[in-house]
């Protein structure tokens, strides 16, 4: 008896649509409820620290003298309470998932000045934080054309041995 309703399980899966999704070749569909990840506009943000205060996993963190915004997205709980008590209302919660990750690390975002715009800056723990800025083509044409002239000037070194890199 056990064989026959277990045959009757299998034939049927193999005339149903299947339970999961194309993912990599159709997008994904995120769920209405689903509340996303935090996201913030740094240069509304009056680094007052509520949101910091009011986070119920401590995944935030306001530096008022640096003028900067922290959050460790892998303690965020989503829960939302940072954008309902910011008082400028510069949080938001965007659909998404957060993007995976190999590393839990802090993402940060420091506010410049009304000329320059916001710059984020990932923290990895023992490894010293850079920060980048979008260049534009005039920049990124210098800075391909300074790596080219430094690659051009480096003299080409041959490691002794056999040619093959061993000794």
Partial sequence: MGYLSFAGTILGGLFKKPVT????????VLPEELRG????????CIS???CMRKCPAGAIVVDRSAKSWSINRFACVQCATCVDNCPVKCLRMEPQYAAPGTVKQNETFVKQAAAQPA????????VTPTASA??????????????AAKTAAAPQTTPPGDG????
């Fill in 21 to 28: 999704t194309q993912y990599p070749l159709k997008p994904a």
């Fill in 164 to 167: 093959a890199g061993h000794a």
């Fill in 134 to 147: 979008p260049a534009t083509g005039t920049q990124a044409a210098a800075a391909s054309a300074a790596t």
């Fill in 48 to 50: 007052c620290g509520m």
């Fill in 37 to 44: 990840r935090v996201l913030i506009d740094i240069q509304r």
């Fill in 119 to 126: 710059v984020a800056v990932t923290l990895v723990k023992g």
